[in-house]
């Protein structure tokens, strides 16, 4: 017999005291009151208004530029890491500079101006931005062609 059988059958031999025997048999159980007590308070105490404070940040509070990341260490590894390179190296000897001395002009360096070179040298450009440039313009006129307004692809499908 489940509780649920028991339940009635406690209000079917109870009817004869009347009313209340029927509420006693109905009512929930006590983690059934715990769990709804709990939700009460947590519901009540969610209404209550909280406080919360904001303020204008700027960008460059945020944002750090790459050459200040790190200790002037680390700019200077980096720096030596891009003087190592081999095609660094070539375009050096293509201009006519000594990468022998060039590498002691940057081991006599300061710390300031070895972050302002790792900076400079993480912002230039690295070759993708004509690939980029070219699969946005791609992008584009794929994009016209769909909407009828160029033909420049023949494997597209106007959808005029």
Do not use: W, Y
């Amino acid at each position: 017999m489940n509780r649920q059988e028991q339940a009635f059958q406690a209000v079917a031999i109870d009817t004869r005291a009347g009313v209340t025997a029927a509420v006693h048999a109905t009512r929930p159980s006590l983690a059934k009151r715990a769990i709804a007590s709990t939700l009460i308070a947590s519901c009540t105490l969610m209404a209550l208004p909280m406080h919360a404070s904001a303020q204008v940040v700027p960008t460059e509070a945020l944002v750090q530029p790459a050459a200040t990341v790190g200790t002037a260490a680390d700019s200077r590894v980096r720096v030596n890491a891009f003087f190592a390179r081999e095609d660094v190296r070539r375009a050096m000897v293509k201009e006519g500079v000594d990468a022998a001395a060039a590498q002691s002009r940057v081991d006599a360096m300061s710390d300031d101006e070895i972050r302002a070179l790792d900076g400079r040298i993480a912002e230039a450009p690295a070759g993708g931005d004509v690939l980029g440039i070219i699969f946005t313009v791609f992008v584009i006129l794929l994009i016209t062609d769909i909407l009828g307004f160029t033909k420049v692809f023949p494997f597209t499908r106007s959808i005029r």
